[in-house]
Structures are given as C-alpha cells and as structure tokens.
C-alpha cells in the first residue's frame, strides 16, 4: 500500500533550522508533484511548498518564502523541507502529500495522498 513516513521534526528554538524528510513507497514517485502542509492547533490545514513530479518547479507559501526550502531525490523516493530561521508561529503538525502527474499545488483538495504527520514545534 502506499505510504508517506515524514521524520526530522522535534523542539527547536527560535532562529533555529530543522530540515523535514517524507519518505514514500507504494507508487511511482517520479509521477507525483509532492507538498508540504501544516496544521497548528486550533486553525486549518496550510499549505506550505510544493515541488512538481521532476523537481523542475516548485513553490512556497508567503509565510515562509526565504526561510524554507522544498526538494526531492527521486530515486530515493523521497521529499525534503529545509526549515531555516524557525519562528514560534511556524509550530505545527507538518505533513507531506503526494499528487498524481501534476506540479505544483497549493490546495490539498488536490492531494491523493497524505503522511501522518512530524510536530514542529520552535520555543521563543
């Protein structure tokens, strides 16, 4: 069955860098646009980055633009975030997503498939 498994989260203080890892089995990765959301307590699901099939394009959100990094290693099966200059507000349940034959996608809607999540969570 198909399965995303993220890692790397964990208590890190403000200013400092956590990079995520979302490894996935079950399907052919190279086929899949892959993203990046996250849901603190209490507010919805946010879409964070998201990367196409072949990492030719990617994207992220305004929140975080300059400080977090989306890449893949596709014969590793595998997506990563670089979290860099980590903020109190940046503390949620981060997961990965997987989308067939598409690019970039901010909207979960659009997602197949979803990882159970890593806590991130950055102490001021």
């Known amino acids: 069955q198909v399965q995303l498994v993220e890692s790397g989260g964990g208590l890190v203080q403000a200013g400092g860098s956590l990079t995520l890892s979302c490894v996935v089995s079950?399907?052919?990765?190279?086929?899949?646009?892959m993203g990046w959301f996250r849901q603190a307590p209490g507010k919805g699901r946010e879409f964070v980055a998201g990367?196409?099939?072949?990492?030719?394009?990617?994207s992220v959100a305004d929140s975080v633009k300059g400080r977090f990094t989306i890449s893949r290693h596709n014969a590793k099966q595998t997506v990563y975030l670089q979290m860099n200059s980590l903020k109190p507000e940046d503390t949620a349940v981060y997961s990965c997503?997987?989308?067939?034959?598409?690019?970039?996608?901010?909207?979960?809607?659009?997602?197949?498939?979803w990882g159970q999540g890593t806590q991130v969570t950055v102490s001021s």
């Open positions: 997503a997987a989308v067939f034959q598409r690019g970039v996608s901010p909207s979960e809607n659009e997602y197949d498939y």
């Open positions: 079950g399907l052919v990765f190279s086929t899949y646009g």
């Open positions: 990367i196409s099939w072949n990492g030719g394009t990617s």
